[in-house]
């Protein structure tokens, strides 16, 4: 295993831990904002679907600072999502893993502006799974 695989397995591994702590105290956790590091990869953006399986995200507006972003994607609900994200131009950028009641994480680098957020399985997006990520300069 590759250092890059092994550091994604750690930062997978990490955000799991995380999400099942965090989901013990019953409180609701803000998921759109970010500005924690994590081992000096540079700023985190949690994102979750929502876990009652509407076709939604949490939030719908996310903001992070430009640089290398680590993606923590959370989909608790029994319906398979995705996170995709698209730039002003309409290309996309990346997509995470398809994933249902799991996490998954991804890095990228993106530069300051704004970008669209969405999940690309049939028919959710067009449903209301979609978002704005304004990314600011760091």
């Known amino acids: 295993m590759g250092a890059a695989r092994r550091r994604a397995v750690v930062v997978a591994a990490v955000a799991t831990a995380g999400f099942v702590f965090a989901g013990c105290g019953g409180d609701k956790q803000e998921t759109n904002t970010v500005s924690t590091e994590v081992f000096g ?3 985190v953006l949690d994102v979750a ?3 009652d ?4 995200f949490t939030e719908d507006e996310f903001e ?3 640089g290398k972003v680590v993606v923590n994607f959370t989909n608790e609900s029994s319906i398979p999502h995705d996170f995709c994200i698209r ?3 309409g290309v996309d950028l990346v997509c995470s893993d398809i994933i249902v009641t799991s996490t998954t994480t991804f890095d990228i680098d993106l530069e300051p502006g704004e970008y ?3 999940c ?9 799974m979609t978002g704005t990520l304004t990314v600011k300069e760091s």
Not at 120 to 128: C, E, F, Q
């Open 49 to 51: 679907a929502d876990p």
């Open 64 to 66: 992070v600072a430009a």
């Open 116 to 118: 669209t957020v969405y």
């Open 120 to 128: 690309s399985l049939a028919g959710h997006r067009d449903n209301g």
């Open 87 to 89: 730039d002003s131009e």
């Open 53 to 56: 399986g509407d076709l939604k």
């Open 41 to 43: 990869t540079g700023p």
